[in-house]
């Protein structure tokens, strides 16, 4: 027997949630690069820092040599940044396009083609200078902690063995800081893909869908299944920031799109 049009439309709807949960478990795999690259800097970080505190007292002077190399480091790696950084649009970005794809086979030939010219590249161009910035201020960040901890040291007369294990812990900030950049940015430029795309073809929202494991956040733990009007994001964050879902810092909620035509 035939399918009805309302029964097509129920098949559609349940392909189109299960092709976007996948889409985002795809283009969460994205951010394994992204994060591994961004590790590399925060290592490079604890070597620069290891090598002057390896042995002995830090002295003011080795401060202020530390200092400068790591603010030279951040400067320095500016053009390999902007690199990784598309590298990683250009991974979610296909990611995201295949998965759409297949989300769209029972959409009509229509709605397959307006997602597809959706004006995504602005959406890049627009993160890319912050996600740049993210990846030069590890060092920078570093170089900074360092000159307060020396100048706290000093104005407290502290003794220089205990900066010294203050500053070496500096490798360790910098790793979980990149870790961190990573996991939000992935997530950050997958979700505004989406929306863009979203929002192109007139979707008036979407299902806010978490990871349902015991570490999503209570505040995300409430939205689960709500519906969210684009125009609306909702307060997501720990101080009251609004962001959708997937755009808020450590982030791993998705959206489950709400398509015109299809529910």
């Not at 029964?7 to 795809?26: D, G, I, N, T």
């Not at 990784?84 to 794809?101: F, I, N, S, Y």
Request: glycine residues 6%; positive net charge; hydrophobic residues 40%.
């Amino acid at each position: 027997m035939p399918l009805t049009s309302n029964a097509k439309a129920r098949l559609s709807a349940a392909q189109l949630r299960r092709a976007q949960q996948e889409r985002w478990l795809k283009v969460r795999r994205a951010e394994q690069q992204y994060m591994r690259a961004l590790a590399a800097v925060a290592r490079q970080v604890g070597t620069l820092v290891k090598g002057f505190t390896g042995s002995g007292e830090l002295s003011l002077d080795q401060a202020r040599r530390l200092n400068a190399m790591l603010m030279e480091y951040g400067t320095t790696i500016k053009p390999w940044a902007i690199a990784v950084t598309k590298r990683m649009h250009l991974e979610v970005l296909q990611r995201d396009g295949r998965a759409w794809e297949q989300a769209a086979q029972e959409m009509g030939r229509t709605l397959r083609r307006q997602i597809a010219s959706a004006p995504v590249e602005s959406v890049l161009t627009a993160r890319l200078g912050d996600q740049v910035s993210l990846i030069t201020s590890i060092p920078i960040e570093a170089a900074e902690r360092v000159h307060q901890l020396t100048v706290r040291n000093l104005i407290t007369s502290g003794r220089g063995k205990e900066i010294e294990q203050m500053v070496m812990a500096s490798g360790h900030v910098a790793l979980s800081r990149a870790k961190t950049i990573a996991r939000t940015e992935t997530a950050r430029t997958a979700s505004l893909l989406t929306q863009v795309r979203a929002e192109y073809v007139g979707s008036p929202g979407y299902i806010w869908r978490t990871s349902r494991d015991t570490d999503v956040r209570p505040l995300h733990k409430r939205l689960e299944g709500e519906f969210i009007e684009w125009s609306r994001p909702p307060i997501s964050g720990s101080n009251g920031e609004r962001a959708h879902a997937g755009q808020i810092y450590n982030c791993r909620c998705y959206q489950e799109v709400i398509l015109p035509g299809v529910l």
